[in-house]
């Protein structure tokens, strides 16, 4: 698609982000299944939960803007995902590979909390209210995602990793 207009690029974003967020709904199980901390395991399994919505709420913004409902490919989140998986394949300590899952999930969070707002800032110069509401719902929750990682990371899981590559 050319992009013209703020809404043709308000429509690209949101078509990145619904094929990144149907890659996250591949990749967190598989992140969920290689952590060893209980915490950063559920953490991974809740945000899936969250993730599942999102990819509702973008289907709906499709469906405000009359549109089917279709990604386009997302090539940073491609990248993010591949990195994940190398890690998961070649760090062989589970904690210090707990350390790198969540070094790799935050990175999938702040590309997510920047796309979600510049479309929430996309959304709001159109006057899109309703889909500008959705957008912030979703940047709330990877904002909180983003937090509890890190708060996973500082209070357990890089201190153990610590201990256990000494």
Known sequence: MTVKSVQDLLLEELRDLYHAERQLLKALPKMAKAAKSDQLRQAFEHHLEETRGQVERLERMFELLDVRSRGKPCEAMQGLVEEAKEMMEEIKTPEVLDAALITAAQKVEHYEIASYGSACALAE??????????????????KAADRKLNEIAQSDVNQVALKVAA
């Open 125 to 142: 110069a159109l006057g899109q209210k309703d889909i500008a509401k959705l957008l912030t719902e979703t940047l709330d929750e990877e």
